[in-house]
Structures are given as structure tokens and as C-alpha cells.
């Protein structure tokens, strides 16, 4: 008897771990209502060595945001083309929209080229953070192994907004491909959060993450309070990051060690609107202050967003205890050559787990079956993730199909 058995149990073996290892590449989805769009981040990883210009065209960006996004110095002479290396971990920013109730970024387009295929395209030129199926949807390509050259196909691209805070902090989300090294506690630890909130966040039922998984990790950011009519408004900065502003006449950061987003000229040669604070001799970015008997006396003038080609300024004066020392930065860094330490594939740390007792009270999200069309849930009900599977490559389809039609015929002789 034992002997019959075995080979049905090493088949479902083979045929369950096809499954998991293929048809549950999980990415978080967010539920939408309103047409409002968001700063997000994709981590993209480079698949071969390209110039900074090359991989902002790629996700049709501007490589001078790219740049910052990443803390790279953009005063580098001829900066656009220098050369990134392979393998390169690079945040990419992006505006998420709303599109059919689902938050996800569909500005970005590309143009096929000789011995392409839907699944290089996906898998390698944008690094898994799209699916081939997902890109032959969105395109109604109908035979995806006739791809003319030059076909320019929409590729859509996940992203998160969650209202832009975390536990009611602010915060950007960064679409995170998992790699096969990663674990949910080497994801938390890297990204200054926590496995309980990443589990949280992307509505997950236990801390266990697989290759070629879509995160939202959320990075603590701050946030601006420009007026509505500002072409910018809900600027919105991750911490060690920099975003342009104004036409790029303004850079924008996290002044280290606080909450506050600081805004300075910007070191491009563009001519910009004037820079200067009303009834005052200082210019944005500036900081003085004054000791007196009361405390400090410190006055700003800030940026305050972007309107009609203007760019706003406003100052303030506030009284403090004591003066502030001068503001830091999350340094800049020369482009790269080569990777980084730290961002080259590392043994995946041990898992931790910060205890289970935290988890998920109210999740913000649900698990969701993959290829439903359209979203079946409410919108209407705000901020709500959920988690959409979706299967690799449509080859392992057809290799679990052979798996079963192989066990059923197994069964049918073996009976
Ligand atoms: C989306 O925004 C546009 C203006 O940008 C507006 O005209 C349209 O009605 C909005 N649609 C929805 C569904 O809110
Ligand atoms: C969205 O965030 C704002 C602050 O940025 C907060 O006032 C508002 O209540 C939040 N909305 C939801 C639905 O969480
Ligand atoms: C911002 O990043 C710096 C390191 O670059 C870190 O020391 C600081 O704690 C971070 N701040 C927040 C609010 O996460
Ligand atoms: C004010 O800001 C401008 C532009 O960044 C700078 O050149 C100048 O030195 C600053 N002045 C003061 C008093 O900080
Ligand atoms: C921008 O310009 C338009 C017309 O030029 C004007 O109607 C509008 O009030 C201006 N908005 C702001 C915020 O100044
Ligand atoms: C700060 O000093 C300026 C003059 O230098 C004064 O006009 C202003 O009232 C002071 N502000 C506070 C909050 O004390």
C-alpha cells in the first residue's frame, strides 16, 4: 500500500510547491475613489549598466528627480549621463493615481525592441515590479509571442498613498519587489520600520514574504502645508530623500533629527522667479536667529509651493527656548560606479519577529484572488488594502496543468 502511494504524494509535493513557488507572487493593492494622486516610490533594481538618463526615460521620469530621490549629487558635471552600475538599487519616484478604484501609476509607456518578450520586459527591464499578464491586459495584446518592434505598450506599474501617513505620520510608500535573499524582519530592519507595520500594511496573515512578492513599505517622510492652488500641493518627502520643487528652482529634505521639511534654491542653472521673502531681506532657505532675554528669536522664510509660475514664500517668526543649532542633511552622495555595500544582494539577516500579539487589529487591506478584473470591493470605504495574487509566467500554468492531468491519469491506472 505504502509503496502505490508514494508517487500521488511526491506528485502533489511537486505540484504544491509549483504552486507556491510560481502562482503566489503576491502585491498589495490599494482600493481608490477619489482621482487624487500621490508621490510613491518604486525600488527598482538596474538589469544591465545604465545612464542615469536611460533609466529615467525607462519609467518616462525626470533623471534630475531621480537623482535626488536617491540623495545623489546632482552637481556633478554632466550627471544625466553617467553611468549606473548593474544590479544598482535605485528608488524611483512616480505619481500614483487612481485608475479603475485601484491606486497604481499607468503613465509610464515602452517602446518594444528586437527579441523582446512580454516576459524579459517585465521581468528583467522592469524588474518584476509588473507581471507579463499584467502588461498583456493592460495592452489587450492577444498573442503575446508577436510583439512588433516599436509597439508602444503601457506598462502598469504598482503604487500605494494610503493618505499619505503611516499610524497617522507621514509617510511616502516604496512598491518593494522581494528578493529571493529577503526576509519581512531584513525588509523592516533596512526601512527603518517594523515587520508588525509592513504586515499591517500590506494585509499579511503571517511574517513570511517570497520572491517576487510587491511590498508597500512605508518610509517615514515630511510632509508640506502648502495652500490647495499650489501646483504641488501635498508635497510629500521621504526621510533621506530630496525632491524638486518649483521647476526645478527648489530642492526639498527632511531636516535630520525632525519632521520638517526644508526647502532651499536648488543648485541648477534655470532661471527662477524670485526667491526673496516679502518685507524681508531673506531669501528662502534662509535662517536667522536672534537671542534675547525672552529665548530665540528665529525667523524663516520658507518655501510654500508653486503656483502660476510664482513661487511662493512665506515668513515666519517664532519664539524657541533655545537657538537651533544649524539644520542637517541626509548627505549627498557621489553617483555611483559601483554597488554599494548595502546594496548588493547580503545573506538575509534571521528573521525576528517583534511579537504577535500587535498584529493587525484593524488590517487595512484584504486578500484578493488574482485575475478578478475588476475590483469587487467598496472604494466608497476609503483608505483599504488588499493583496492580489497573480501568477509568474503562464509557462508554470501550463506546467501545473501537466502536473495535474499527470496525477489524474496516475490515478486513473493506478485504481
Ligand atoms: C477627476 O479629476 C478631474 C479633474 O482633474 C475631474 O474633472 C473629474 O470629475 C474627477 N473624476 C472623479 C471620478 O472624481
Ligand atoms: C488623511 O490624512 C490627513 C492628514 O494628512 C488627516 O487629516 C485625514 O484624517 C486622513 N484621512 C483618512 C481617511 O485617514
Ligand atoms: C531619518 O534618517 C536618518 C538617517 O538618514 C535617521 O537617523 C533618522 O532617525 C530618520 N528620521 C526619521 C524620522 O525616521
Ligand atoms: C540666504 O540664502 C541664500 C541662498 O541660499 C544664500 O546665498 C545666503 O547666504 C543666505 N543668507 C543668509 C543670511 O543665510
Ligand atoms: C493664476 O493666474 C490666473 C490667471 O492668470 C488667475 O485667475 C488665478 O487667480 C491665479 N492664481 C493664483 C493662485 O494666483
Ligand atoms: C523677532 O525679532 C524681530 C526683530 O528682529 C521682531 O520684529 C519680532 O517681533 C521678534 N519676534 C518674536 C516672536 O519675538
Excluded: W
Excluded at 23 to 31: F, L, N, Q, R
Amino acid at each position: 500500500m505504502r509503496a502505490r502511494e508514494e508517487p500521488i504524494f511526491y506528485l502533489f509535493l511537486i505540484l504544491a510547491s509549483t504552486l507556491l513557488l510560481t502562482a503566489t507572487a503576491k502585491s498589495t493593492i490599494e482600493p481608490c475613489s477619489s482621482n487624487d494622486t500621490c508621490n510613491s516610490l518604486l525600488g527598482y533594481t538596474l538589469y544591465t549598466d545604465l545612464k542615469v538618463s536611460e533609466v529615467a526615460s525607462l519609467f518616462q521620469v525626470d533623471p534630475i528627480s531621480v537623482l535626488l530621490a536617491n540623495a545623489i549629487d546632482i552637481s556633478y558635471p554632466d550627471v544625466e549621463n553617467h553611468i549606473l552600475p548593474s544590479k544598482l538599487f535605485l528608488k524611483i519616484p512616480i505619481t500614483c493615481s487612481c485608475v479603475d478604484g485601484i491606486r497604481k501609476s499607468v503613465s509610464t509607456h515602452y517602446k518594444t525592441r528586437p527579441s523582446d518578450t512580454l516576459g524579459s520586459i517585465a521581468d528583467s527591464v522592469y524588474g518584476g515590479l509588473v507581471s507579463s499578464e499584467q502588461i498583456q491586459e493592460a495592452n489587450s495584446v492577444n498573442d503575446p509571442s508577436i510583439l512588433d518592434v516599436g509597439t508602444s505598450l503601457v506598462i502598469p506599474l504598482p503604487c500605494a498613498c494610503f493618505n499619505g501617513t503611516d499610524n497617522s505620520l507621514p509617510a511616502v510608500y516604496l512598491s518593494y519587489v522581494v528578493r529571493e535573499v529577503d526576509t519581512l524582519a531584513g525588509i523592516a530592519r533596512r526601512y527603518t520600520t517594523t515587520i508588525t507595520d509592513l504586515m499591517n500594511v500590506n494585509a499579511m496573515g503571517a511574517p513570511d514574504v517570497s520572491s517576487g512578492d510587491i511590498l508597500a513599505v512605508p518610509l517615514s517622510a515630511c510632509s508640506s502645508k502648502f495652500p490647495r492652488y499650489a501646483s504641488d500641493f501635498g508635497l510629500i518627502v521621504p526621510n533621506g530623500s530630496y525632491a524638486l520643487a518649483a521647476g526645478h528652482c527648489v530642492q526639498c529634505s527632511c531636516a535630520l533629527g525632525s519632521r520638517n521639511l526644508y526647502c532651499e534654491p536648488a543648485s541648477l542653472a534655470v532661471s527662477c522667479s524670485s526667491m526673496q521673502c516679502r518685507n524681508s531681506n531673506l531669501m528662502l532657505g534662509n535662517i536667522t536667529v536672534q537671542q534675547s532675554s525672552a529665548g530665540c528669536n528665529v525667523t524663516t522664510c520658507d518655501y510654500n509651493g508653486f503656483a502660476n509660475g510664482t513661487i511662493l514664500t512665506m515668513l515666519s517668526r517664532s519664539l524657541q527656548p533655545r537657538c537651533p543649532g544649524p539644520q542637517q542633511f541626509a548627505p549627498l552622495l557621489a553617483p555611483p560606479d559601483t554597488l554599494p555595500k548595502d546594496l548588493m544582494y547580503a545573506p538575509a539577516p534571521s528573521p525576528e519577529f517583534d511579537g504577535p500579539g500587535s498584529i493587525a487589529a484593524s488590517p487595512r487591506s484584504s486578500v484578493l484572488p488574482s485575475g478578478s478584473g475588476s475590483f469587487p470591493g467598496n472604494p466608497a470605504n476609503g483608505p483599504a488594502g488588499s493583496i492580489s495574487t497573480a501568477a509568474t509566467s503562464s509557462v508554470s500554468y501550463f506546467f501545473i496543468t501537466l502536473l495535474i492531468s499527470l496525477s489524474s491519469l496516475y490515478l486513473v491506472f493506478s485504481s
